[in-house]
């Protein structure tokens, strides 16, 4: 069956590091999306992306966050200076054309210091 | 305001019981999804219901929505141990963009 995955599972970083966080959506599908999970509380909306480019972002979503989709399977969440409230479990999610159901990736879960 | 409350925040039953949880929302909504977790791991979806749609059933689990109340509901029949997970509600509005809910913990002991 596919599956959305992500790399790393687990990121420590230093605060003010750049992390970047990598997702492979499901290959036909041509909705993208990240959201987090900090510990304990809701998921959250980050960003969506459709037709190479950014369809929907939340206000979490501020200028340290960007998303990219590099090549055709590709999709990449990047923090520039990372703060200690960014730490979260990061997930990925795609969608097909047809449906409005989210297929998740396992996570990313990334600890700042 | 906050879209996809759910109560209770946490359920324990017995195996073979009903499990009922309920969601709340604020805004007009494309669909209303349900998506399980289990303890860190990624979401699962369960099902979707559509906003001209008031019920739908996917082997034992049993959605409502009611649109003039902004909310719906989630049962789970004749329960199972390896069902013990959170359960999220979320809301489609506009764009596509999923609102999710605080989640419901369901705890089923064998």
């Known amino acids: 069956e596919p599956e959305v995955t992500q790399t790393p599972s687990h990121q420590v970083t230093q605060m003010g590091q750049e992390v970047i966080l990598r997702c492979v959506p499901i290959s036909n599908h041509l909705y993208f999306y990240w959201y987090r999970q900090i510990l304990g509380q809701k998921v959250e909306f980050l960003v969506s992306f459709y037709n190479n480019e950014i369809s929907e972002k939340s206000e979490i979503f501020d200028d340290q966050f960007s998303v990219e989709r590099p090549d055709g399977s590709n999709f990449t969440l990047k923090i520039r200076s990372t703060k200690l409230e960014d730490s979260a479990m990061y997930f990925c999610a795609s969608r097909g054309q047809d449906t409005g159901e989210l297929f998740f990736g396992e996570g990313s879960r990334l600890t700042v210091l | 305001s906050q879209q996809g409350e759910e109560d209770p925040q946490a359920l324990s039953i017995q195996e073979g019981e009903n499990a009922t949880m309920n969601c709340s929302y604020k805004?007009?909504?494309?669909?209303l999804q349900w998506y399980r977790q289990n303890s860190g791991r990624g979401l699962v979806h369960l099902i979707l219901?559509?906003?001209?749609?008031r019920e739908k059933h996917s082997g034992r689990l049993r959605v409502t929505l009611d649109t003039s109340k902004k909310s719906s509901s989630l049962l789970i029949t004749a329960s199972r141990a390896a069902d013990t997970a959170s359960y999220f509600c979320?809301?489609?509005?506009?764009?596509?963009?999923?609102?999710f809910g605080e989640g419901t913990q369901l705890t089923v002991n064998p």
């Open positions: 219901i559509r906003s001209n749609e």
């Open positions: 979320a809301a489609e509005t506009s764009g596509s963009r999923l609102t």
């Open positions: 805004t007009s909504i494309n669909n």
